[in-house]
C-alpha cells in the first residue's frame, strides 16, 4: 500500500532519500556527531527487556542541534545489570548532515525472543512523507547480537509499542498523523512478521488531529479499544471486527496533555496506564503516574506517582516475569537530554503506604543517558 502522501511535491520533484536504507553506525564507529557529548536533544525512549538473554534495550533519537529536525538520528544502548549501568550500542543516522531524518524509535522483543528495533524515516518534522523501518536482532555465536539490514514496513510514524492478537497476529500502531483520514492505522502481520498489511485505522477529525500516538488493546469480550492522542488530550474507538473498521472518535474519561502515554494488559489480566497527572486531572507534562484497572478499563485505581516534575513525558515499558514493570521516560530534552527508568509492581500501586512507596520509586529511578559536556 502505498498512501497519496507520496505523489506530494517534495516526493515530486525527486527527494525520494527517506526510502534509501539508513546508516547502522556501531559505537566504534560513531561520527562527530553521534557523540553524547556533541548532542543538544535527546528524547522519546522506549525500552524492552530480553529475559531469556538477561539483556534490557532501550532507543531514543537525538541529535546536534536542540530541535526536532533533519539531524536526528536513533541511538540504541543496552544493560546486562537490569539498568543500573547502560552502554550505547549503535545509531540509527539516514544520511548524516542531509535531509533525512531517524525518529520517534520504538524496541520490541517479539514472542520468538527476537528484538526489533523500529524508528520512522522521513524529510520533514511533520513526516508528511515517511515511513516505519526496522533491523532485528539475535544473538550471534560470540554472544552478541547480530542485526539484520535495515526493512521498510510501512508508511507512517509508529511511537507506541506492537502488540499481539490473541489469535497470534502482530500488530503495529502506525500513524499517517494530520495528513489522511483513518490515520491511526492498524498494520498486521500474520506470519511472524515477514510482511504486514494495513487493516485498518481509526478516523480522527480533522480539528482534533494531532500526533495520534495510539494504543490498541484486545479487551476480555473480544472487541478492540483504540486510544488515541488528539488535540484534547485522549479519545477512544473500537473495532468488533478485528481492526477493519472502527466507532466514531469519543473523548475518554482521562484528562491528558497532548503527549504521549502508555497502556499495556499485565500477566495478571489487569490493565496498566501511565499519564501525566490523576485520572480526572489534567495537568502539564508533569507528574507521571501509574494507574491499574481490574475490570478491562471501566474504573481504575488510585495513582502512584513515578516522577513528579515538569517536562517528564512519553513514558514507555514492559512486565518481566517476575512481575517487575520497568518504565522509561524522557525529561527535558534539550536541557539535562535524560532518558529515564524506573520499576515497581502491582502491589505498589495497591500499597497504602503511599509514602514509602514514592520513596522506594525514587529509589528505584535510574538514568540511562544525560547530557555532557
Known amino acids: 500500500m502505498i498512501i497519496p502522501l507520496l505523489s506530494q511535491s517534495v516526493y515530486s520533484q525527486g527527494n525520494s532519500s527517506f526510502m534509501d536504507p539508513p546508516k547502522v553506525v556501531p559505537f566504534a564507529e560513531y561520527e562527530p556527531s553521534h557523540k553524547i557529548e556533541n548532542r543538544k536533544f535527546s528524547g522519546i525512549s522506549s525500552l524492552a527487556i530480553d529475559e531469556k538473554n538477561g539483556e534490557f534495550w532501550t532507543v531514543w533519537y537525538a541529535g546536534i542541534s536542540p530541535h526536532e529536525d533533519e539531524h536526528n538520528y536513533v541511538v540504541l544502548s543496552s544493560s546486562a545489570d537490569k539498568g543500573e549501568t547502560w552502554k550505547e550500542t549503535l545509531v540509527i543516522d539516514p544520511d548524516g548532515e542531509g535531509m533525512v531524518r531517524a525518529f520517534d524509535p520504538e524496541v520490541w522483543v517479539d514472542p520468538l525472543g527476537k528484538v526489533w528495533v523500529f ?79 494495513v487493516r485498518g ?99 481504575w485505581s488510585k495513582g502512584l506517582l513515578l516522577d513528579e516534575r515538569i517536562n517528564v513525558s512519553y513514558p514507555d515499558g514492559q512486565q518481566t516475569a517476575d512481575g517487575s514493570i520497568y518504565i522509561t521516560y524522557d525529561r527535558n530534552r534539550t536541557i539535562d537530554q535524560q532518558v529515564l527508568m524506573t520499576h515497581f509492581t502491582e502491589e505498589d500501586v495497591f500499597n497504602e503506604a503511599y509514602d514509602e512507596q514514592m520513596v522506594k520509586i525514587y529509589n528505584n529511578r535510574r538514568i540511562i543517558s544525560t547530557k555532557q559536556d
Not at 514496513?153 to 500488530?171: A, E, R
Not at 485505522?201 to 488531529?209: A, I, N
Not at 488530550?233 to 472502527?246: F, L, N, P, Q
Not at 499495556?264 to 494507574?291: C, D, E, W, Y
Request: hydrophobic share 35%; with cysteine; proline share 3%.
Open 201 to 299: 485505522g481509526v478516523h480522527v477529525p480533522k480539528e482534533f488531529r494531532n500526533y495520534d500516538e495510539h494504543h490498541f488493546i484486545e479487551k476480555k469480550d473480544g472487541k478492540l479499544w483504540a486510544l488515541v492522542r488528539t488535540t484534547y488530550g485522549i479519545g477512544e474507538s473500537y473495532s468488533s471486527d478485528s481492526g477493519k473498521t472502527w466507532s466514531d472518535l469519543k473523548e475518554t474519561s482521562f484528562e491528558h496533555p497532548a503527549a504521549r502515554f502508555f497502556i499495556r494488559r499485565l500477566q495478571s489480566g489487569n490493565l496498566l496506564l501511565v499519564k501525566h497527572g490523576p485520572i480526572s486531572v489534567k495537568t502539564k507534562r508533569s507528574h507521571l503516574m501509574a494507574f491499574i484497572s481490574k475490570d478491562d478499563g471501566k474504573t
Open 119 to 197: 524508528w520512522a524515516q522521513a524529510v520533514d518534522k511533520d513526516a508528511k512523507i515517511g515511513g516505519v523501518w526496522a533491523i532485528i536482532g539475535e544473538k550471534s555465536e560470540n554472544g552478541g547480537t547480530k542485526w539484520s539490514a535495515p526493512r521498510r514496513l510501512t508508511d507512517g510514524v509508529m511511537m507506541c509499542k506492537p502488540f499481539v492478537l490473541n489469535n497470534g497476529d502482530w500488530v503495529l500502531p502506525a500513524s499517517t498523523w494530520r495528513e489522511t483520514d483513518n490515520s491511526a492505522k492498524m498494520v498486521v502481520s500474520s506470519d511472524k512478521g515477514k510482511t504486514w498489511v
